[in-house]
T-cell receptor, first 111, second 114 residues
Framework: SQKIEQNSEALNIQEGKTATLTCNYT??????LQWYRQDPGRGPVFLLL?????KEKRKERLKVTFDTTLKQSLFHITASQPADSATYLC??????????FGKGTMLLVSP | DVKVTQSSRYLVKRTGEKVFLECVQD?????MFWYRQDPGLGLRLIYF???????EKGDIPEGYSVSREKKERFSLILESASTNQTSMYLC?????????????FGPGTRLTVT
């Protein structure tokens, strides 16, 4: 069956360091992979999309990689700030253009 | 600024009641989605609609129905609420095509069924 896995344990890092979050998937051939940010009690907010033929995408302090051989995406936040603390969700676009979400990884950035 | 609004932030209903959750978007998006989000289970797709009066089942449609009479409005209906439907419900919308397939989410409705 199709599976998307993100680290269930919270990632704790110090301000200024690079945070790296992982999204692994099995039994998928996604055309696109997206990353969303979700703050407590709120809906997810779209951050980035990367296509299957793209290796890397950047947006300000964010960088996403997509390795279709390893079936993995890495999400990096450089120079992290306490305001980056949130849950980050990866989502795969497949089928009838619907998204399947991972369960998310909570990031905590301490001053 | 794009906006998806949901009728209630918090709702408490009794077992067996019929519950309506309303979602409105002002972006003229063709596609609308209903998800529920539970701890440890993540976001799961209940139903979606790619056009007015069209609906498609998602991964967990049992116990739910939907209605899309107007493009901007997508309603989720719990015909007879049960305690296992206590959850956070999130509505989203998306334009057909476009460069990012970005989904815009509403703030969510936290439903408690007692």
């Amino acid at each position: 069956s199709q599976k998307i896995e993100q680290n269930s344990e919270a990632l704790n890092i110090q301000e200024g360091k690079t945070a790296t979050l992982t999204c692994n998937y099995t039994n998928y051939s996604p055309a696109y992979l997206q990353w969303y940010r979700q703050d407590p009690g709120r809906g997810p907010v779209f951050l980035l999309l990367i296509r299957e033929n793209e290796k890397e995408k950047r947006k300000e302090r964010l960088k996403v990689t997509f390795d279709t051989t390893l079936k993995q995406s890495l999400f990096h936040i450089t120079a992290s700030q306490p305001a980056d603390s949130a849950t980050y969700l990866c989502a795969l676009l497949s089928g009838y253009s619907t998204l399947t979400f991972g369960k998310g990884t909570m990031l905590l950035v301490s001053p | 600024d794009v906006k998806v609004t949901q009728s209630s932030r918090y709702l408490v209903k009794r077992t067996g009641e019929k519950v309506f959750l309303e979602c409105v978007q002002d972006m003229d998006h063709e596609n609308m989605f209903w998800y529920r989000q539970d701890p440890g289970l993540g976001l799961r797709l209940i139903y979606f609609s790619y056009d007015v009066k069209m609906k498609e089942k998602g991964d967990i449609p049992e116990g739910y129905s939907v209605s899309r009479e107007k493009k901007e409005r997508f309603s989720l209906i719990l015909e007879s609420a049960s305690t296992n439907q206590t959850s956070m419900y999130l509505c989203a919308s998306r334009r057909t095509g476009g460069p990012s397939y970005e989904q815009y989410f509403g703030p969510g409705t936290r439903l408690t069924v007692t």
